[in-house]
């Protein structure tokens, strides 16, 4: 059995020996759905009437030469159970993405959760945007030497310091300079964020870090481990969010609640890395403490030139500018070994 759509012109459709017109619950059946008053929902209703549709021709044309269906879970048990919780685990991923939203909308209202969503969004684009460029490409390679303790920490600590020396600055710039950002990127009436922003940017950095191991366990087939973590995390952070907005209930409570919570549960975090994954803590805390000593001097620039008497667009380049050139020079002149590495990545022989 299978399906050839002809040019543009021809509608037919071949399943097989047979040819269907298939015009009708292509076009004709969303037509027909919106006049019956379903406007714009006649899209999704018409699709779905169509998948129906080429199910059902699909099997009456091909179940003659279907192959037989047997079920043996035994040898596909180790592999249900990892797709069981790495499912549950993206699952957890979509609640703890919008829990503390729906708890501040609940106890703030629209208004200052407009304001929470932007500030998340920024202080969590690292997250988002940097480490899956890193992650997807590792987790090959994590599963090749899953079983070589000495190869999977060497590796482990090459990306956790390429990655977090990117991440850091990053994430520091959002902090320091929150306001300037936000008022170029989306306008003055967005500044009531700043605070937010500057507090979520550490829980950026603590979730980048958490983020990178998590593709240790995931090789190793302990997607249990990684369902669990984020679990935990989820709902004792939500729990503590409502706890603390009985009393405290600001945008400011929100964001500060979380830091707390998710750096205080970080150095569990560690010990599973540990005793589970196999992996030496002290050289990652080494090199992660190396990465922010490096920074320092860009945020002392930075957050210097949030005091210039300037408008917030010159600001921003100022202060990036110089702050950049000095994160370079430190660089070079406290980190070499990691530079000599990069500069061997970007060679071409």
Known sequence: MYFRPYLPGDWSLKIGPHFVDWRWHRLYCFRLIAYRGFGAMAIAWGFFFRSIVTSIFSWWFGRKDSPSFTVQLLPIRSMLRFGIFEAGNNLVFVMSSIIDKAIIGRYLGAYYLGLYAIAWELAMAPVSRINPLVTRVAYPVFSSVQDQ???LNAFLQKIIQAVMSINIPIL?????????????????????AATCLSILSLLGLGRAINNLGAGVFLAQGRSDLNFAWNLSVTVIIA???????Q?????????IVQVIAFWSLLGFWFRLLW???????????????RRILVALPFAAVLYLSTFLNMPALQKIIVGFSSSFLIYIVSLIWLDRPLMMELRSLLTFK
């Open 172 to 192: 520091l710039a959002l902090g320091i300079f929150s306001a300037p950002i936000l008022t170029i990127l989306f306008g003055s009436q967005w500044v009531a």
């Open 239 to 245: 729990l503590l969010l409502i706890s603390f907005f």
């Open 275 to 289: 005793k589970k994954g196999g992996i030496s803590i002290h050289p990652l805390l080494k090199i992660l403490t």
């Open 247 to 255: 009393f405290f209930p600001s945008l400011e409570t929100a964001a």
């Open 149 to 151: 303790s000495q190869k």
